[in-house]
């Protein structure tokens, strides 16, 4: 089975650009989770969609953050505009049950926002 | 809040020795989860093992073991015979049953000399 897939690996923008980050979750898992890394500092998560529906956006830093997940397959991640403390690896995850014992990981998406 | 802390930001060790990486966590509650994910250079997070806190029993999985102190909120992970693959980052992660908040200490960088 396919894993997670996450576009792109490296994304380099200029404050105040548009970025949008993708994740494909595993097909079948409805549960789908986003996280940040910041350099150094421990992953935080962002927000769960449950197929289409955000189940819990209470780690999303603000509104300059949107998270979607249309037909309840691929999620985005849209950051506008972009500020410096935004940089760093943005996770995304799938499981296919409420409980997420077995989260499966993407690769992540590097920022940087220069 | 439930926090993750792991001490150690850096630990290196002989191929084919052993290694310990700390992890405490704080929480309230008695029920949760608790996983070692290791991330290698290629960036994609792997679930290396997982403890449930109602077991007492230590998990173990070929090579990775785990010292689980519920009283101590203390979860370590033992990798013994070391491989050179094993380098990567560790990040001891703790999740409350009935949860989807996962939550992440900052990651210890294993490096494994040969």
């Known amino acids: 089975e396919a894993g997670v897939t996450q576009f792109p690996s490296h994304s380099v923008i200029e404050k105040g650009q548009t970025v949008t980050l993708r994740c494909d979750p595993i097909?079948?898992?409805?549960?789908l989770y986003w996280y940040r890394r910041v350099m150094g500092k421990e992953i935080k998560f962002l927000l769960h969609?449950?197929?289409?529906?955000?189940?819990?956006e209470s780690g999303m830093p603000n509104n300059r953050f949107l998270a979607e997940r249309t037909g309840g397959t691929y999620s985005t991640l849209k950051v506008q505009p972009a500020e410096l403390e935004d940089s760093g690896v943005y996770f995304c995850?799938?499981?296919?049950?409420?409980?997420?014992?077995?989260?499966?990981f993407g690769s992540g998406t590097r920022l940087t926002v220069v | 809040a439930q926090t993750v802390t792991q001490s150690q930001p850096e630990m290196s060790v002989q191929e084919a020795e052993t290694v310990t990486l700390s992890c405490t966590y704080d929480t309230s509650e008695s029920d949760y989860y608790l996983f070692w994910y290791k991330q290698p250079p290629s960036r994609q997070m792997i679930l290396v093992i997982r403890?449930?806190?109602?077991?007492?029993q230590n998990a173990t999985e070929n090579r990775f073991s785990v010292n689980f102190q519920k009283a101590a909120k203390s979860f370590s992970l033992k990798i013994s015979d070391s491989q050179l693959g094993d380098a990567a980052m560790y990040f001891c992660?703790?999740?409350?049953?009935?949860?989807?908040?996962?939550?992440f200490g900052a990651g210890t960088r294993l490096t494994v000399k040969p």
């Open positions: 995850a799938s499981s296919q049950d409420m409980r997420g014992y077995g989260y499966t």
């Open positions: 403890q449930e806190a109602y077991k007492q």
């Open positions: 992660a703790y999740r409350r049953t009935r949860s989807n908040d996962m939550r």
């Open positions: 969609f449950v197929k289409e529906s955000k189940q819990d």
């Open positions: 097909s079948g898992h409805d549960n």
